[in-house]
């Protein structure tokens, strides 16, 4: 029996990567170097859904600092900014794809940057460090859809990606963070629907470390890593999950 102490778990939340140009999705290359360089200085080693489902299942260790690395919306941009990046430092992380716009753009920003294709996705799961995870069909809040738009969501994207053979964690990125958080009869409806669809987790926002073991499957928060942080403000968000403890 273990003797190890209840553990914590912070999930980081990434979008874009390019060269220049940070903004609030967007971090530059070098600067995710110098956060996943600073990752494993201090100890952290980078852990997938698939390995949290094993511990929550069946009591694995995990390791003793362990860290989720995820990406937003499938950008182009991971495959040639940030893949090479976790490469260099053999890290996993999950990328969360809006399945619907595989191949096309950002549509639900009004957007026109790429999309990585069904093809693209297909060579990414062959890394053993990349999981695919879902970040819904058409991008859309799960805080404004009903239990039955959700189940045709949730549908939607594991049938179409089962169709292009891509293998997928079942674990969910509430498009924007939103999900039923006041409504305490609708969020106990969908969770009670992601049970059903053998859901493993869901992921919110919300800039807080999770603890261990894992209570919550299906709100377990992220902390958003932006460009406009300075490197002591991620620092910061990763020992703590916010830079303003009074928040």
Request: hydrophobic residues 40%; proline residues 5%; neutral net charge.
């Amino acid at each position: 029996m273990s003797t190890r102490k209840p553990g914590r778990l912070p999930i980081l939340m990434y979008h874009k990567v390019l060269h220049d140009n940070p903004d609030g999705l967007t971090v530059t290359a070098d600067m995710l170097e110098l956060q996943l360089s600073f990752i494993a200085e201090k100890g952290y080693e980078t852990i997938s859904f698939v390995d949290l489902k094993e511990s929550a299942e069946t009591g694995k260790e995990l390791p003793k600092r362990p860290v989720i690395i995820t990406f937003d919306d499938a950008y182009e941009n991971f495959l040639t900014h940030a893949l090479p990046i976790l490469k260099q430092f053999k890290m996993k992380a999950t990328l969360f794809v809006p399945v619907a716009f595989m191949g096309k753009t950002n549509l639900w920003d009004q957007g026109n940057e790429k999309i990585l294709s069904a093809d693209e996705l297909k060579r990414i799961q062959d890394d053993s460090l990349i999981e695919i995870g879902i970040h819904s069909f058409l991008h859309r809040s799960y805080a404004e859809l009903a239990p039955e738009d959700m189940k045709e969501d949730l549908e939607n994207c594991f049938n179409t990606l089962e169709f292009h053979h891509i293998r997928t964690s079942r674990v969910l990125a509430y498009p924007y963070g939103g999900y039923p958080k006041k409504d305490k009869e609708l969020k106990r409806q969908m969770k009670e629907l992601f049970d059903v669809m053998q859901l493993w987790f869901a992921v919110r926002i919300g800039n807080r470390i999770n603890p261990l073991p894992v209570k919550d499957l299906y709100e377990l928060k992220r902390i958003d890593c932006k460009g406009t942080d300075s490197f002591r403000a991620f620092r910061i968000k990763l020992a703590r999950g916010r830079t303003n403890p009074f928040a």
